[in-house]
């Protein structure tokens, strides 16, 4: 299917379970996942209106870049390796997963502006996901202080790909709890408004439960390599 039209169907979604939480649907900001998909089909995102687009592997950041230049705003969804933060900076608005002091030093020492940023947090405790326990977040931003490179915008977490409707729902509510807890904390570094969850399948729960970008790459743009 075309963008748009897969698009047309998301947003009718969006307005839907905005609608159930009281919630305007304009809070929300879509994130077209491009990595699996050509830099045609990224460029017909943006054509469609799509002005957010998620990569999460610095060869494909930086072919789509190439072309794309500044034209979309630029995510970097993926687990980020130290050492690829140099190949990556420049080009990138967010960043979504920040997990380790480490990572924040090697964001502050490259980076030569402030970086919109999200702890990622591991909610749902999978040994097979990256992010920091929930019970850890708030030391974690308190000890970002030192990079005044690093903005943390709010809180990240990938769900279970699971059909427990139940169990994702308590996902999103606790991610959204914790980040009302870090908004509470009044940190200039770490204004924490934001919440980046929900994916193809679940979006529509995520925004009910408080998501402002949700990341979308499958009922989007499709999987075509």
Not at 180 to 208: F, H, R, W
């Amino acid at each position: 299917m075309l963008v748009k039209d897969n698009l047309s169907v998301i947003k009718q979604e969006i307005a839907s379970a905005s609608e159930k939480a009281n919630r305007n649907p304009e809070e929300v900001t879509i994130i077209a996942v491009t990595k699996y998909v050509t830099i045609e089909r990224a460029q017909e995102a943006l054509d469609a209106g799509i002005v957010h687009l998620g990569e999460n592997r610095e060869e494909g950041l930086l072919a789509k870049y190439e072309v794309l230049q500044d034209k979309p705003v630029w995510h970097f969804i993926g687990s980020l390796q130290t050492r690829k933060v140099k190949g990556i900076i420049d080009y990138v608005d967010y960043i979504h997963s920040l997990d380790r002091l480490s990572l924040a030093k090697e964001i502050h020492k490259r980076a030569n502006r402030t970086i919109k940023c999200f702890v990622q947090v591991n909610v749902s405790k999978e040994e097979s996901k990256h992010g920091i326990e929930p019970e850890e977040v708030i030391a974690f931003v308190n000890q970002l202080s030192e990079y005044p490179n690093v903005q943390v915008v709010g809180l990240m977490t990938m769900a279970p790909f699971t059909e427990d409707k139940v169990f994702l729902r308590q996902c999103f509510q606790k991610l959204k709890s914790m980040q009302e807890d870090v908004k509470g904390l009044q940190l200039a570094y770490a204004p924490c408004t934001e919440l980046s969850m929900g994916m193809s399948n679940d979006y529509s729960i995520a925004i009910e439960e408080g998501a402002t970008m949700i990341r979308i790459g499958t009922a989007l743009v499709g999987s075509e390599k």
